[in-house]
């Protein structure tokens, strides 16, 4: 570890064996198992354990082998979405263990879960924010062992070098306070950096404080062109603009000004709206963006009927404004835009 020189004299030093930075799905289902084996943990969190995280603000949905897919399957599916550029060897180790972590999930949290096409999602019962739920549920257990320690609103400054490797953390807590944090192990939780960009589905929390925290101690950071982004969003003047996340109708269209199927055009027929966002989202983003710059992209929702809503999960959102997607997308079509580029700032908001 990069050696900082920091002094603790004076400092009010707690010390425990496992020092958890994140309160999120990640840091507090480590804090369980660790405290469950009998060591003394601290929990570090910015806000309130559980809040503000990525986990709170999500489905709730579980990728993961069983019944609907193979490990194989799982590891083939991870690594199409990825354009094969992801890291091979932990996706083998996550598709592995992906399964026994499900169901540590399912018993320390006691939740159901319904089977859903991409694996399993916390039940319906649980809505409308399941991954809330989750995360409370998941809070409350931990809370119960007597030997997890939360420190709530808490920033974690430097890593505390001991014999050359890391022997805690340097906090300012709650009322401002600079604390240390001795501990013989630290796992660094914090989630990622997305809330760094101007628009988000990601709390705006999520900085990526974590990621600068190991990499002023000295380690490699890699991979952080993983950024998660939804190429299709509204442009049009009537409606606000927002990312659409799939999934969209099957029956949904993606044309330019001279009626070509982009999808077709770019990728063949094998792929439509929905796969071609999932697995080709980079290839498709590129496709809309050639297009973009010499005519409009539009969506042609016209052709859809009531079934093909089912599962839209922006249903709500489509039906929340006063705009008849069934309208002859030549009269009142909207605009599909690149919203990789919009959520880095380079498009400008539409809205009025
Ligand atoms: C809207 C949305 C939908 C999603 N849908 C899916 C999905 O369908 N399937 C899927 O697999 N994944 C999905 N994800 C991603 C998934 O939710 C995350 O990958 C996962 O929850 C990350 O868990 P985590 O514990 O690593 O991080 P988080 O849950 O983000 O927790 C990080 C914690 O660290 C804390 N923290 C941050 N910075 C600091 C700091 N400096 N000091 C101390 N604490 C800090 C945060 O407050 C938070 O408590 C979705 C995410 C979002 C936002």
């Known amino acids: 570890m990069k ?7 004076g400092i009010e030093t707690f010390s ?8 999120g799905l990640a840091g507090i289902l480590a804090s369980i198992i660790a405290a469950r084996e009998g060591r003394n943990v601290a929990v570090i969190t910015k806000k309130k354990p559980g809040k503000a995280s990525s986990t709170a603000y999500s489905m709730g949905r579980f990728s993961v082998a069983g019944t609907k897919m193979t490990k194989e399957e ?3 599916k991870s690594l199409m979405i990825g354009e094969y550029l992801n890291d091979k060897e932990l996706l ?11 169901e540590c999930l399912r018993e320390e949290l006691n939740l159901t879960f319904s089977s859903h096409d991409m694996g399993y999602i916390v039940a319906d019962g649980e809505k409308p924010l399941p991954g809330a739920n989750l995360m409370e549920k998941l809070v409350y257990k931990a809370m119960e062992q007597e030997n997890i320690d939360f420190y709530s609103n808490c920033l974690p400054l430097e890593l505390i070098e001991k014999d050359g490797i890391c022997g805690g953390v340097l906090a300012v807590d709650s009322e401002g306070k600079l604390t240390a944090f001795r501990s013989e192990a630290l796992l660094i939780s914090s989630g990622g950096y997305a809330g760094a960009f101007a628009n988000t589905d990601n709390p705006p929390t999520m900085m990526g404080e974590g990621l600068i925290l190991g990499y002023r101690a000295g380690c490699a950071l890699r991979d952080l062109e993983f950024v998660q982004f939804y190429p299709l969003g509204f442009k ?10 799939p999934r969209y109708p099957p029956t949904a269209l993606l044309y330019n000004d001279s009626g070509e199927d982009i999808i077709k055009k770019y990728l063949g027929e094998d792929w439509d709206i929905n796969s071609a966002t999932i ?13 973009w710059q010499k005519e409009q992209v539009w969506m042609d ?5 009531d079934t093909d809503w089912k599962g839209v999960n922006s249903k709500p959102l489509y039906d929340r404004y006063n705009f008849d997607f069934s309208e002859n997308p030549f009269r009142w079509p909207y605009s599909s835009f690149y919203a990789g580029w919009y959520i880095n700032g380079r498009l400008p908001k539409y809205r009025n």
């Open 92 to 102: 083998e180790k996550m598709t592995e263990e992906a399964p026994q972590t499900f």
């Open 279 to 291: 697995g080709k989202r980079g290839a498709l983003s590129i496709a809309l963006e050639t297009e």
């Open 3 to 9: 050696s900082t020189t920091i002094n603790l004299k």
């Open 301 to 305: 929702l016209t052709k859809c009927v």
């Open 16 to 23: 425990y064996a496992i020092v958890v930075i994140g309160g």
């Open 236 to 245: 049009e003047e009537k409606l606000p603009s927002f990312i659409a996340p």
């Open 74 to 76: 799982h590891l083939e």
